[in-house]
């Protein structure tokens, strides 16, 4: 079950860690915010990163395809709000 605190949380989280991403030019910088978002979606209720995910089990973990994810997430966490 997914729970409405654990869509508040996540959507805290990933939208402000999103913005500093998008606007940082400095790669350590960006580089810990994708180790902060991968530890972040270990820990994440199961369901939610299902939902959020698709199926990926890479989903908010493959650097290529970060920004894209984490752009996703945030979309699909405020239509759940």
Not at 10 to 19: C, E, I, T, V, W
Not at 53 to 81: N, P, W, Y
Request: proline share 1%; aromatic share 12%.
């Amino acid at each position: 079950m997914i729970t409405k605190d654990s869509i508040e949380t996540a959507y805290s989280f990933l939208h402000q860690k999103r913005n500093v991403y998008i606007h940082s030019s400095l790669d350590w910088q960006r580089d810990d915010i994708e180790y902060a978002i991968a530890s972040y979606a270990d820990d994440m209720s199961p369901e939610l990163y299902d939902a959020l995910s698709g199926g990926r089990c890479d989903f908010l973990r493959d650097h290529k395809r970060f920004q894209e994810d984490i752009t996703k997430a945030v979309e699909q966490l405020e239509e759940m709000l």
